[in-house]
């Protein structure tokens, strides 16, 4: 079972203000999916590779050869507060 | 003039080849069919067709394609079903997309979806849920529903899809409609809005299996946007095998078993539909596939897992929505995703930033990237013996909107018979075989990587055998 201050942890690595009841449904929703996925580790996986990629493919390369971009305001007018030429955002110390 | 609604698309295509419609008539009907849409199947409809492509003289001659929202199209909305993302207009285009235009067929609308593609009944989606059109009251399967709805009822000739775990095959089976994953790599993932980079891949949902081959045969080939899409060896045929004579045809009695939950009424159909393949002259046994149960719950890490860092992306600063913008900067990331995200994609991102954290990642990715490793193995063993794994596709017809949200697992189940393909990156086939209570049931077929033609050739033979009759959903 997940605890409540787990649940608050990974919300703050994951960058999720999750309200407070939003935490406890959560703890019991991700304990129940877990406790499913849990079977797998009786597995016996022993020196088994993991997989990195499904079909085999090795070194992809292409000539190093520069394009253009889009343009600049194209891309910055999708920006919520595009700002000075560049995507604006708030003061990271801004109380 | 018989209604072009009730042409195929490769039918379409040939009759405005002969001169006998016009790809502009083709496109008003569809058109104003998707523009009247009671499934909520679409979520952007185009005007009028576009005057750069859609020439006769092209391969497509100007059928038109819906396509799932998440491929991103050039000044068109591309939302992924979610809020996050509501009214972006992106400036570039998908590589399938863009190679289907090329191909002469026009873009008619954008579909529906359950959010960033994570769900199996499209109740996900930011824009409302999508209605079956063969029960109102029920789900048309996801997360490829909006594009699976539109072609069961007739508002689009054909569709494109993402499968992840099972997201075109799933809806496909729920719609009455065919649905194929192709081999990871087969088709470029650029410009797709990603989930699960390692699973996702796009493909066709068709009303016949050669609507399938059609259209995949102008959606492969290797991208240098996508470094992962390969070179496919060859081309896809058309389909014409008459029979299944020498065809061997493995049931995966791990999957059939009573583990996979399958319906009563969807297990008498699949029985009915291997007695069929039989009188075409497959040769059916049981096979193993040992980690197959398995698969599951290595994909419910692997997916979650990538996902939570794709959709790291969505942080208010380049695109979409920014709530809070007057605070500090976490603030502001914490609340726009909190706000912009639905509670199934925050269930995602919460499970894949837990199963990566520290202390967990070996304990949770890491085994589930062995399973993975164990269940491709299953597969080559069992192709050394049979050319097809067959299974039903989904454990269950279109259940009744609202019945399994309330409980994520039950809803996850919904994908037990087709992630173990995905995590294999194997392609497979969904193909209508008949009704269970008036609701349609659903076929697969699942080849080796690259066996696509073969594949199509053998669905093709059954889809005949089967005659399944999808115009009542049409209205």
């Known amino acids: 079972m997940l605890e409540h201050e787990q649940v608050l942890h990974v919300a703050r690595l994951a960058r999720l203000d999750l309200g407070e009841g939003e935490v406890e449904r959560m703890a019991g929703e991700l304990s129940k999916v877990l406790d499913h996925i849990e079977k797998i580790r009786e597995l016996d996986l022993e020196g088994v590779p993991p997989t990195s990629h499904v079909i085999d493919v090795v070194n992809v390369l292409r000539a190093d ?3 253009p971009s889009l343009p600049r305001d194209v891309i910055l007018a999708a920006a919520p507060e595009p700002l000075h030429d560049g995507f604006g955002v708030p003061s990271p110390g801004a109380a | 003039m018989s209604d072009p609604i009730d042409l195929t698309a490769a039918q379409a295509a040939e009759r405005i080849g002969a001169g006998e419609i016009t790809a502009a008539e083709l496109f008003e009907a569809y058109r104003a069919r998707a523009a009247a849409d009671d499934l909520n199947a679409f979520t952007w409809v185009a005007d009028a067709a576009p005057e750069s492509n859609g020439r006769p003289d092209t391969p497509l001659a100007g059928v038109p394609i819906a396509a799932k929202d998440l491929f991103c199209t050039e000044g068109v909305p591309s939302q992924s079903g979610s809020k996050i993302l509501e009214g972006y207009r992106p400036p570039y285009t998908a590589t399938v997309v863009s190679k289907l235009h090329e191909a002469g067929a026009p873009l008619l609308g954008k579909t529906n979806q359950d959010e960033f593609a994570m769900g199996s009944s499209n109740e ?31 508002l689009a000739p054909w569709a494109i899809g993402t499968d992840t775990g099972g997201s075109i095959r799933q809806p496909a089976s729920l719609c009455g409609i065919v649905g194929l994953k192709p081999t990871y790599g087969a088709c470029s993932r650029y410009g797709m809005i990603a989930f699960a980079s390692s699973l996702d891949q796009a493909g066709p949902l068709t009303r016949d299996v050669t609507d399938a081959a059609l259209m995949l045969r102008h959606m492969i080939g290797r991208d240098h946007l996508d470094s992962t899409s390969l070179e496919f060896p060859g081309e896809i045929a058309l389909p014409s ?26 297990r008498s159909n699949f029985e009915a539909t291997l007695e069929l393949a039989e009188r075409l002259g497959a040769s059916i046994e049981p096979c193993r596939l040992p980690h197959a149960p398995h698969a599951l719950s290595a994909y419910y890490l692997i997916a979650p897992a990538e996902a939570s860092a794709n959709l790291a992306r969505f942080d ?39 199963a990566l954290s520290s202390g967990y990642y070996d304990a949770y990715y890491g085994t589930a990237q062995k399973v993975r490793t164990k269940i491709a193995e299953d597969f080559r063993s ?35 018979l087709a992630v173990p393909m995905s995590l294999a990156g194997i392609p497979a086939i969904s193909i209508p075989s008949g009704l269970s209570d008036g609701l349609p049931v659903g076929f697969q077929l ?10 199509l050739d053998a669905a093709y033979a059954l889809e005949r055998a089967v005659g399944f009759d999808g115009s009542s959903a049409r209205v």
């Open chain 1, 65 to 67: 050869e520069p394009t």
């Open chain 2, 124 to 154: 996900n989606s930011g824009f409302g849920p999508v209605l079956n059109p063969w029960d109102h009251g029920r789900v048309p399967g996801g997360s490829s529903g909006g594009s699976a709805a539109a072609v069961a009822a007739g």
């Open chain 2, 316 to 354: 208010g600063v380049r695109y979409g929505l920014r709530v809070d913008g007057d605070k500090d900067l976490v603030t502001m990331y914490s609340r726009t995703r909190e706000v912009g995200f639905g509670p199934e994609v925050k269930r995602r991102i919460m499970l894949g930033t837990y």
């Open chain 2, 382 to 416: 069992a192709f050394e013996q049979f050319d097809f794994i067959v299974t039903p596709t989904s454990p269950c017809v279109a259940f009744e909107l609202g019945a399994k949200l309330s409980d994520p697992l039950a809803m996850y189940l919904n994908d037990f």
């Open chain 2, 446 to 455: 699942a080849a080796p990587a690259f066996n696509e033609s073969r594949l």
């Open chain 2, 241 to 266: 095998a008459e029979d299944l004579k020498g065809i061997r045809l493995g049931v995966p009695e791990d999957l059939t078993g009573a583990e996979g939950g399958i319906e009563p009424g969807v």
